[in-house]
């Protein structure tokens, strides 16, 4: 019964990794309402894949890199904010023509690799599921070693869920929007991430260069 609390519990940590709203969760839906479920489930590749990272790291490895995360937090966030503000440019810019049902493999692949970048340019995921481990009093170190493996599949699990569910509610309702809403969406949403990413390369700068009062 403690292994099935475990892996619910990790299950519930890698969906509410997903939930906040970030430049991901924005680059998904506006995907899934043009593109459909597909498009929107290759956009959630980086999400996903990056939690799964993430509770890698917190399970078996997160002593021999905190420090390195810690003294490199500023560059993580200059890279990391001028990925996330191209992505966001290149959805202001992009145009549609219609609804789309089906999509290339091409563009199916440059989603996922933009989203991929989204996920892993924010290192604040990793302490998102450190402070949720704590929370939910999971203690890898503590337990059997085969744990470990269950509580990082199981954290996969449970954001792959998530973005299933979340796909599939956005895509019901995509073939209600005509095409100018679609380019106000595009736009609306390439702005909002553009915005997520200038933000990020500004505080990595000022970490970094200590920018902001030279601004004043």
């Known amino acids: 019964m403690q292994i099935l609390f475990t892996i619910l519990k990790a299950m519930v940590i890698g969906a509410s990794a997903s939930i906040p709203v970030g430049p991901i969760v924005v680059f998904t ?10 498009a929107g489930m290759a956009c959630a ?3 996903i894949l990056s939690d799964t990272v993430y509770a890698i790291i917190a399970v078996f490895a997160f002593s021999a890199i905190a ?9 993580f966030k200059i890279v990391g904010g001028a990925i996330i ?16 049902d089906r999509i290339t493999k091409r563009a199916i692949a440059l ?11 924010n290192p604040g995921g ?3 599921i450190l402070a949720t481990f704590a929370a939910f009093h999971i203690e890898p170190h503590q337990m059997p070693g085969y744990m470990s493996l269950v509580i990082v599949l199981s954290v996969c699990a449970g954001s792959l ?3 299933l569910a979340f796909t599939r ?12 809403t679609l380019l106000r969406i595009n736009k609306i949403s390439g702005i909002f991430v553009a915005i997520f990413g200038l933000f990020f390369l500004l505080t990595g700068l000022d970490m970094v260069f200590n920018i902001i009062p030279s601004l004043r």
Do not use: H
Request: aromatic share 12%; charged share 20%; proline share 1%.
């Open 29 to 38: 839906l506006q995907r899934t309402i043009s593109g459909g479920r597909k």
């Open 45 to 47: 590749t980086g999400a």
């Open 67 to 75: 420090s390195f995360l810690e003294a490199n937090t500023g560059v």
């Open 85 to 100: 503000f191209l992505v966001g440019i290149s959805m202001y810019r992009s145009r549609v023509k219609k609804v789309q």
């Open 111 to 121: 989603d996922a690799t933009k989203s991929i970048l989204m996920g892993f340019s």
């Open 126 to 128: 990793l302490l998102w």
């Open 161 to 163: 869920l998530y973005w």
């Open 169 to 180: 509610i956005a895509a019901k309702g995509k073939k209600n929007f005509s095409v100018p």
